[in-house]
């Protein structure tokens, strides 16, 4: 079983940055692929990044590409989403979610791929 939980979140004027975290229990998690969604409010949980259990593979949505940075420190159990150059399109409850299949690539989208959830962390990007 793997227990995440996020921090980071807050509230941002446009143009700025903030960095999440996605801290996890039980070193299984070292060897599962990570992705970050998030959801808007009356939306559908979307995916935002992903990166492979090892850290060298990186998936990113088109609206983030370029903006937004996927890593993950294995040794603290901790995966990080930088986010640059925030929009107020961006602003959303963001979550973390481990993959349930061990020594994934990073590659996986859609959110029925990850059984591990954290509770999600708010982040609001003012005009």
């Known amino acids: 079983q793997v227990q995440l939980v996020e921090s980071g979140g807050g509230l941002v004027q446009a143009g700025g940055s903030l960095r999440l975290s996605c801290l996890a229990s039980?070193?299984?998690?070292?060897?599962?692929?990570v992705g970050w969604f998030r959801q808007a409010a009356g939306k559908e949980r979307e995916f935002v990044a992903a990166?492979?259990?090892?850290?060298?593979?990186?998936t990113y949505a088109d609206s983030v590409k370029g903006r937004f940075t996927i890593s993950r420190d294995n040794p603290k159990n901790t995966v990080y989403l930088q986010m640059d150059s925030l929009k107020p399109e961006d602003t959303a409850v963001y979550y973390c979610?481990?993959?349930?299949?061990?020594?994934?690539?990073?590659?996986?989208?859609?959110?029925?791929?990850?059984?591990?959830w954290g509770q999600g962390t708010q982040v609001t990007v003012s005009s």
């Open positions: 039980g070193s299984t998690f070292r060897t599962h692929a």
């Open positions: 990166t492979s259990w090892s850290g060298g593979g990186r």
């Open positions: 979610a481990a993959d349930h299949r061990p020594y994934g690539l990073g590659t996986r989208r859609g959110k029925d791929e990850y059984a591990y």
